[in-house]
């Protein structure tokens, strides 16, 4: 069945290092893409996503690229913040909306 | 700015107890999902409808679990009796299929402990 595998955390790092979390899927057909931010005690809420092969989403600052070839979809951003701490989930849809998430990558900025 | 509400927010029971849990989804989405979040699971998708329609709950222990949409304003999870390990964060999340990769939206959660 489809699945979503990213990186494990903690990731720790200084404000304005530049963050990458991986994050590889297995699907049958072409899903969209997606990643999910959550700050505690909070619900997921959408921070980028992509719906075809080379399609790049962004949004405050980070990016991610729909790669077909490699099966990828790595979150990048050139300048963390402390105000970016939070778990992030990569997620792919698998029809009507229904989303399958990776197990989550906390982030924890340090000023 | 349009939201998923969920009640309650907390809510602690003794094992055994009934507890039911609410969400309303955003008006004109008509998909609606369960997901429970554990540290040990991650998140789990416990069941999803489509035009108030069941479509999938094979995530959901059937013996104490069920999940309902009464009207398109209100879906429901039950956990009747409650277990210590149905401890968890439950999700509610709404979409439209329309265009088949519209995002979900989510709830901020029900925080339940079960003793």
């Known amino acids: 069945g489809d699945s979503v595998t990213q990186m494990e955390g903690p990731v720790t790092l200084s404000e304005e290092a530049f963050l990458t979390i991986n994050c590889t899927y297995t699907a049958t057909g072409y899903p969209s893409l997606f990643w999910y931010v959550q700050y505690p005690g909070e619900g997921l809420q959408l921070l980028l996503k992509a719906t075809k092969a080379d399609d790049k989403g962004s949004n405050k600052g980070f990016e991610a690229t729909y790669r077909k070839e490699t099966t990828s979809f790595h979150l990048e951003k050139g300048s963390v913040q402390v105000s970016d701490s939070a778990v992030y989930f990569c997620a792919l849809s698998s029809g009507y909306n229904k989303l399958i998430f990776g197990a989550g990558t906390r982030l924890a900025v340090h000023p | 700015d349009a939201r998923v509400t969920q009640t309650p927010r907390h809510k602690v029971t003794e094992m055994g107890q009934e507890v039911t849990m609410r969400c309303q989804p955003i008006?004109?989405?008509?998909?609606v999902f369960w997901y429970r979040q554990t540290m040990m699971q991650g998140l789990e998708l416990l069941a999803y409808f489509r035009n108030r329609a069941p479509l999938d709950d094979s995530g959901m222990p059937k013996d104490r679990f069920s999940a309902e949409m009464p009207d398109a304003t209100l879906a429901t999870l039950k956990i009747q009796p409650s277990e210590p390990r149905d401890s968890a964060v439950y999700f509610c999340?709404?979409?439209?299929?329309?265009?088949?990769?519209?995002?979900?939206?989510f709830g901020n959660g029900t925080r339940l402990t079960v003793t």
């Open positions: 999340a709404s979409g439209h299929d329309g265009s088949g990769n519209s995002p979900l939206h």
């Open positions: 008006l004109g989405h008509n998909t």
